[in-house]
């Protein structure tokens, strides 16, 4: 299940099973979203995106939801596999024209085998 | 080639020392970022270079001082850190004259204040 408190968030999941990671944004005026996958001693790997005129883009094995209503962007990944497990950082650019990213707090993925 | 090249990979410096962080890319991105992660948190923004010109400080103090000498290369040079400085320092570019592109991020220099 899932955890938030004062450390890293965490979602733990059976190898094959479907994942789901929620980000809550903070700024209404953000227009463009990112997920991105961050492995152990390494940086952050695109995973999808999504503009803010879209709910729903659909990747490999990836699908990305906006609710721009509650400010909430969630991640799913179908038939999740050991090579999932990574923190998951959602990302907003809040900068308008300037192209500022701000990335969410994160959430330690971790698949089962 | 998608790839933002960082180096050194790790630097252990003291707290009186002058170093240097490189970021290289050849994508033609006229956007570049340094970003710093503490141990379990998100990257934080310091600074946005875009045409090779500062666009945005987030408040970063002057003992980090960056520069883009061309719009390949991203510079952070660092003097008189602190220990709490220790992070890991992420550099990323895009495309700039293409609002909302994903942003391409090296692997990242380990930094330790000592």
């Known amino acids: 299940g899932e955890s938030v408190g004062l450390h890293l968030p965490t979602l733990s999941v059976q190898e094959g099973d479907n994942s789901i990671i929620n980000c809550a944004y903070s700024?209404?005026?953000?227009?463009?979203f990112i997920w991105y996958k961050q492995e152990s001693g390494k940086g952050p790997q695109f995973i999808i995106d999504?503009?803010?005129?879209?709910d729903k883009r659909q990747g490999q094995r990836v699908t990305v939801l906006l609710n721009k209503t509650v400010k909430h962007l969630s991640l799913q990944i179908a038939a999740t596999q050991p090579g999932d497990s990574a923190v998951y950082f959602c990302a907003e650019n809040s900068g308008g024209s300037n192209y500022k990213l701000t990335f969410g707090k994160g959430t330690l993925l971790t698949v089962n085998p | 080639d998608t790839e933002v090249t960082q180096t050194p990979k790790h630097l252990v410096m003291g707290m009186t020392n002058k170093k240097s962080l490189k970021c290289e890319q050849h994508m033609g991105h006229r956007a570049m970022y340094w970003y710093k992660q503490k141990a379990k948190k998100p990257p934080e923004l310091m600074f946005v270079?875009?045409?090779?010109?500062?666009?945005i400080n987030e408040s970063v103090p002057s003992r980090f001082s960056p520069e883009c000498p061309n719009s390949s290369l991203l510079n952070l040079h660092l003097h008189a850190l602190q220990p709490e400085d220790s992070a890991l320092y992420l550099c990323a570019s895009s495309k700039r004259d293409s609002l909302n592109t994903e942003a391409f991020f090296g692997q990242g220099t380990r930094l330790t204040v000592v």
């Open positions: 999504i503009r803010s005129n879209m």
């Open positions: 700024n209404s005026a953000s227009d463009y």
């Open positions: 270079y875009s045409y090779e010109k500062l666009s």
